[in-house]
């Protein structure tokens, strides 16, 4: 099982967001991944391997964490960043697990 | 340019069974597994299994066992997610996606497709 906290964020562009994503058990941190999905659309892939860009994603995203718990940062944030965001496990057995989302949304 | 594009919206009754299709332009099909992934309204994201063309093997979420079906068809690169004994809880969109060949998290995702059941 993966948690996310907070369940919303509440910011303004420019500052910076950590969010967490806690395992239930040990992942290896080469499976756990994370997803930013805007209103109407399909996730779209961040960070894979714990902290690795995908391509196109902008530096400002970054991934980091080991074990049960794992961090996505956004610093700067831009008003194209205000979106939901899901970390997923998908090494750790034959099935695959999404965490249940945290909204980053404009204060 | 690789593009996963899904069939379009379904209406269906309760009790009843959809087949949702999603072909790959611009990849080697066989390369992948293909996972499936739905989505409620206003709701989280939700894995419900994968297939591997190459492998014929297909891993199903506990959830969905026994009322998923997924299948592949290599010749027209499309693969096929079959859900039976619909119920109004099954509404969602439903999507497909897939890793690269480095990759296996889920880099490329189709459009997604409206499933509601209502009577």
């Known amino acids: 099982v993966l948690t996310q906290s907070p369940g919303t964020l509440s910011l303004s562009p420019g500052e910076s967001a950590a969010l967490s994503c806690r395992a239930s058990q040990s992942l290896s941190h080469s499976f756990l991944a994370w997803y930013q999905q805007r209103p109407g659309q399909a996730p779209r892939l961040l960070i894979y391997g714990t902290s690795t860009r995908a391509t196109g994603i902008p530096d400002r995203f970054s991934g980091s964490g080991s074990g049960t718990d794992f961090t996505l940062t956004i610093s700067r944030l831009e008003p194209e960043d205000f979106a939901v965001y899901y970390c997923q496990q998908y090494g750790n057995s034959p099935a695959v697990t999404f965490g249940g989302g945290t909204n980053v949304e404009i204060k | 340019q690789v593009q996963l594009v899904q069939s379009g919206t379904e209406v269906k009754k309760p009790g009843s069974s959809v087949k949702v299709s999603c072909t790959d332009f611009g990849g080697t099909f066989s390369s992948y597994a293909f996972n499936w992934v739905r989505q409620a309204p206003g709701q989280g994201v939700e894995w419900m299994g994968r297939?591997?063309?190459?492998?014929?093997?297909?891993t199903y979420a506990a959830k969905f066992q026994g009322r998923v079906s997924l299948t592949a068809d290599k010749a027209t690169t499309t693969v096929y997610m079959e859900l039976s004994g619909l119920r109004s809880d099954d509404t969602a969109v439903y999507f497909c996606?897939?890793?690269?060949?480095?990759?296996?998290?889920?880099?490329?995702w189709g459009q997604g497709t409206l499933v509601t059941v209502s009577s």
């Open positions: 297939i591997s063309p190459f492998l014929g093997v297909t």
């Open positions: 996606a897939r890793g690269t060949t480095v990759i296996t998290a889920l880099a490329h």
